[in-house]
C-alpha cells in the first residue's frame, strides 16, 4: 500500500478485545490482538479493517532518574532571597503555602541552575 492511500484512509471506529466484533480476531491472535481498527479509504472508497497485535515481550524498568521536564518540583528559596524569589516567580514557578516551598518545572530548575534547591521526601 503507497504512503498516498496510507494518508488517505481515516479511521472510524477503534474495537478493543471481548467487543462486539472481535470474537473472530481473538480466536485468531489470541492474547497478541491490541485492537481493530475500521479505517475508510476516501480515494478507493473501501473500508479496511486493520489490526495491532503484539509481536515482541520483553521485561523493562522506567528509570526513576529520569524526570520528566514538565514534572513540578519543589524548591528552597530562602525568606530573605527576594531577587531570586522574583526569578522564580516570574520563570512561573508556583508557591506552595502548605509546604512552604516553591515548585518549578524539573526544566527551568535545570536552566536556572537550580537543582541543588530540589526538596526531596517533602510531605
Not at 503507497?2 to 478485545?17: E, Q, V
Not at 527576594?82 to 522564580?88: E, K
Request: glycine letters at 6%; aromatic letters at 8%; one cysteine or more.
Amino acid at each position: 500500500m503507497s504512503s498516498f492511500l496510507s494518508r488517505s484512509l481515516k479511521t472510524r471506529k477503534t474495537l478493543f478485545p471481548g467487543q462486539p466484533g472481535t470474537k473472530k480476531l481473538v480466536k485468531q491472535y489470541g492474547d497478541a490482538l491490541v485492537c481493530a481498527r475500521y479505517r475508510y479509504d476516501t480515494v478507493r472508497q473501501e473500508r479496511v479493517k486493520t489490526v495491532e497485535i503484539i509481536i515482541d515481550r520483553e521485561s523493562w524498568e522506567p528509570d526513576p532518574a529520569k524526570i520528566p521536564p514538565n514534572k513540578r518540583l519543589p524548591i528552597r528559596v530562602g525568606p530573605k532571597e527576594n531577587a531570586l524569589r522574583m526569578q522564580v516567580k516570574s520563570a512561573g514557578g508556583r508557591w506552595n503555602r502548605q509546604k512552604r516551598v516553591w515548585e518549578l518545572t524539573y526544566k527551568t530548575i535545570l536552566e536556572m541552575e537550580l537543582g541543588d534547591r530540589i526538596v526531596e521526601n517533602i510531605g
